[in-house]
């Protein structure tokens, strides 16, 4: 089955400690994302990256790094740095020539 | 920059009864539009997307949507709701190029019995 899975659906982490969420995907996509969903607030974009070891900052990149060492994946890292790091995030592809980006599942993470 | 005003965030609406969901966005130059559907703690799905051509879209689970751009609005529409459709609904905005999609905020459709 072709899509895009992120690992682990539920991450729990304590303050001040650094934390990886997964994304990968088997639709042959060049373009990645990172989106942050808070309740009311929509999806905010993190960081994306058009093609592999090249990214660019989204709306809210402070306290988040990623790479883009392969084409099929894109880790988040969301680091000590970041101040409110409780949220949901989704990753999403895109197809080169199409409009349309794809969705992963999720990752809830909860840092107490 | 692109922007979109989803104009209600919550929705309550009785089954069988039909809905609209309002998103109005903002940009200079042409615009293509989306509208995804999500249900609790997933990802989200896309319902229906305007590209160009007849500006009547039809999508999945029988939802419709008509892109104004005298009014700058992609209005979704369904006739007829079920207990099933509750869920969140995001409208999207993208302009050419490599350009990430730009989401509103979400709106609520909570289908009561």
């Known amino acids: 089955d072709g899509g895009i899975t992120q690992s682990p659906k539920y991450l729990f982490r304590k303050e001040g400690q650094n934390v990886t969420l997964s994304c990968e995907q088997n639709?042959?996509?060049?373009?990645m994302y990172w989106y942050r969903q808070d309740p009311g607030q929509g999806l905010r974009l993190i960081y994306y990256?058009?093609?592999?070891?090249?990214?660019q900052k989204g709306d809210i990149a402070e306290g988040y790094s990623v790479s883009r060492e392969k084409k099929e994946s894109f880790p988040l890292t969301v680091t000590s740095a970041q101040k409110n790091p409780t949220a949901f995030y989704l990753c999403?592809?895109?197809?080169?020539?199409?409009?349309?980006?794809?969705f992963g599942p999720g990752t809830r993470l909860t840092v107490t | 920059a692109q922007s979109v005003t989803q104009l209600d965030s919550q929705v309550p609406v009785f089954e069988e009864a039909p809905v609209e969901l309002r998103c109005n966005y903002s940009?200079?130059?042409?615009?293509?539009l989306f509208w995804y559907v999500q249900y609790p703690n997933q990802g989200l799905q896309l319902l229906l997307k305007?590209?160009?051509?007849?500006?009547l879209v039809k999508g999945i689970n029988g939802f419709e949507a008509e892109f104004n751009k005298s009014q700058t609005s992609f209005h979704l529409r369904k006739p007829s709701v079920h207990i099933s459709d509750t869920a969140e609904y995001f409208c999207?905005?993208?302009?050419?190029?490599?350009?990430?999609?730009?989401f509103g905020k979400g709106t609520r459709l909570s289908v009561i019995a």
């Open positions: 940009s200079s130059v042409s615009v293509y």
């Open positions: 990256s058009q093609i592999v070891n090249d990214f």
């Open positions: 305007y590209l160009s051509g007849s500006t």
């Open positions: 999403a592809s895109r197809g080169t020539g199409s409009y349309e980006q794809y």
């Open positions: 639709l042959n996509h060049d373009a």
């Open positions: 999207a905005v993208k302009v050419a190029g490599n350009t990430p999609l730009v």
